[in-house]
């Protein structure tokens, strides 16, 4: 891609509404642009990392077996009706009526769609377990909507449902999702605080928010670093579970290292038992042939909230730091004014976008200060500079953007450099 076609325009100064840093950069680097309060468009550069995020959750839900489907945005306000939450879910519903009065709504969540369309097509204790997910727009109508897109009203999220038959073979599910989001997270570059967690309008008894350390996040975390610090993937979920202390957040009794700071809310999992299942009639039959209501989960990701919580955890002064696999473009190539090295520009750019996917080309009519200085704030991993160096020593100056690291190389050894896919 190359600049002159991007839509893209740097903005030097935050925007006074950007009250924390990842909303201040996402503005300044023409990621999102607010349409109105709490609903934001996603630009090109925004799009690109969403959907590098949205791939990283769906490769690691279809690993462990969950179906990908998409349910539409709006519902029918019957089957909410039918559940006992279309009065209990007050103003954050957003409620419409179309031409004939009929009661829509614009989903803020799933349970009630998929508990209904699951019934139509799983009749037997055979077909069980079974674990949906999509990919979807939600519409919350959040009191205060801010931050940009960490508490927006229209935001994206992934939410999976999982069908058993019985209490104890839910929760085994309910470990595989716990374990799945562990891993989910580490593979954004995040580092996963699993805290034990109410359950609240969806309701059910057991529940874990992932929680991500961040100073601006909005829930109020007591953790132990040492134990934070740990490779949680090696360990089992009753290891993990048993490191929390009696008023569930993750301090080790037997010590008093405990360190009070902030959470970013990335994940929410649930266990519900019947209590869709029930209202909604929808069962199975068992090998006896008598009914049996399936025990559900539902299990969240904030994808669009994730954009904004790595960009919390990778950022410095000049601005964002992404890891290779989220970022919208691996390397940038950066050339001067004039035009001169446009061809070997070029080339590169072919060669290497073949090799690496995204890479960018800065082609545009500015000088190089300023597009380095763009690279920086747009925070792409691996630079390359074709300027004075080259003419004067046909060398060109790669930059790691998240140490500085500099090496200077011939074209043919940039051709077949290897660039490290890493996470800052
Ligand atoms: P919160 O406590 O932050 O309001 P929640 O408990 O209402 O979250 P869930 O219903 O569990 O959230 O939704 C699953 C995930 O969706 C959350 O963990 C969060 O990452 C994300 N999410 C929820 N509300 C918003 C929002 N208004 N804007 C962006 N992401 C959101
Ligand atoms: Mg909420």
Request: net charge negative; proline share 3%; aromatic share 12%.
């Amino acid at each position: 891609m190359k600049f002159s076609n991007l839509l893209f325009n740097s903005l030097k100064e935050s925007p006074k509404e950007a009250k924390i840093v990842s909303h201040q950069l996402m503005l300044r680097s023409s990621m999102i642009r607010q349409h109105t309060s709490g609903i934001y468009t996603w630009l090109p550069l925004g799009f690109k990392v969403l959907k590098n995020i949205e791939n990283i959750v769906r490769y690691n839900q279809n690993k462990i077996g969950c179906n990908e489907m998409m349910m539409s945005t709006i519902q029918s306000s019957d089957l909410w009706k039918k559940s006992g939450r279309y009065s209990d879910y007050g103003k954050e519903m957003l409620r419409i009526n179309d031409r004939h009065d009929n009661e829509l709504l614009y989903g803020p969540t799933n349970e009630e769609v998929i508990t209904d369309l699951f019934s139509d097509y799983v009749n037997s204790y055979k077909g069980l377990p079974k674990y949906l997910y999509h990919i979807q727009w939600k519409f919350r109508d959040e009191i205060r909507p801010r931050f940009g897109v960490m508490r927006g009203r229209e935001f994206l999220m992934k939410d999976a449902y999982s069908f058993d038959l019985d209490h104890e073979s839910a929760v085994e599910t309910y470990k595989i999702f716990f374990k799945s989001y562990l891993q989910t997270f580490i593979d954004l570059g995040l580092q996963p605080i699993p805290v034990k967690a109410a359950t609240g309008a969806i309701g059910g008894d057991l529940s874990h928010e992932f929680q991500i350390i961040a100073k601006t996040g909005e829930s109020e975390l007591a953790y132990d670093p040492e134990l934070v610090s740990q490779n949680l993937l090696n360990k089992s979920y009753e290891e993990i579970t048993s490191m929390y202390s009696a008023s569930d957040e993750m301090i080790d009794k037997n010590r008093s290292n405990v360190v009070i700071g902030r959470g970013i809310e990335v994940g929410h999992i649930f266990n519900f038992g019947t209590k869709y299942s029930l209202p909604l009639e929808c069962y199975v039959l068992n090998n006896e042939g008598k009914k049996v209501f399936p025990h559900m989960g539902s299990y969240g990701v904030g994808v669009s909230r994730l954009t904004a919580a790595i960009i919390e955890a990778f950022h410095d002064e000049n601005g964002i730091k992404w890891p290779f696999n989220i970022s919208p473009f691996k390397i940038n190539i950066i050339t001067s004014t004039h035009g001169s090295n446009n061809e070997v520009a070029e080339k590169l750019l072919e060669k290497l976008t073949l090799k690496y996917g995204n890479v960018s080309y800065d082609d545009r009519d500015l000088g190089m200060g300023r597009k380095i200085k763009d690279s920086e704030l747009i925070g792409i991993p691996w630079s390359i500079i074709i300027g004075k160096n080259y003419e004067e020593n046909k060398q060109l100056e790669i930059t790691n953007r998240s140490n500085g690291e500099k090496s200077f190389l011939t074209e043919s050894e940039v051709e077949s450099f290897k660039f490290e896919q890493y996470t800052p």
